[in-house]
């Protein structure tokens, strides 16, 4: 059970759920690649090779654990997000004070599907999710959820 699940509200249902994108594993992957490199060039390339390799391995480590504990989700009354394990960042907005969602991405994000929201509430208040899956589509089922309740 998560964090959006134990949280809800007498009546509440959830209508949507998200997720970080898999591109989060990119860096790492990259860094796995790069170090796989210098320990294949032979003598004397291990000692370059393997600070690339244990930095590749924390950095897999922590996307993995931020891909695990990240929750995306809009009910039929919030808009609920949850990112961090540790140092936790939450945002539970009621969708009547929700004034818009903003969505921004890449080129890569556009060919991939991932993005950055913005969720902007009443009194300009406005948080920032990174690299979240499909964030037109959360856009688009926060906005459908609002015009339901107006």
Known sequence: MGYIDENLMNGEQVVHRSKLHWIVFLGPLIFTIISFM?????????????????IALIWAVSAFISF???????????????????RRNSLETLLTKVEGIQVNQGILGR????????????????????????????????????????
């Open 38 to 54: 210098f320990l294949a060039g032979g003598k004397g390339s291990a000692l370059s090779g393997g600070p690339f390799y244990l």
């Open 68 to 86: 695990k504990t990240s929750e995306f989700g809009i009910t039929n009354k919030r808009v609920l997000i949850k990112v961090g394990f540790i």
């Open 111 to 150: 060919i991939f599907n991932y993005g950055t929201i913005m969720v902007k509430g009443t009194g300009g208040t406005s948080n920032p999710f990174h690299k979240i899956e499909a964030p037109m589509e959360f856009r688009k089922k926060v906005q459908e959820q609002i015009a339901s309740i107006q």
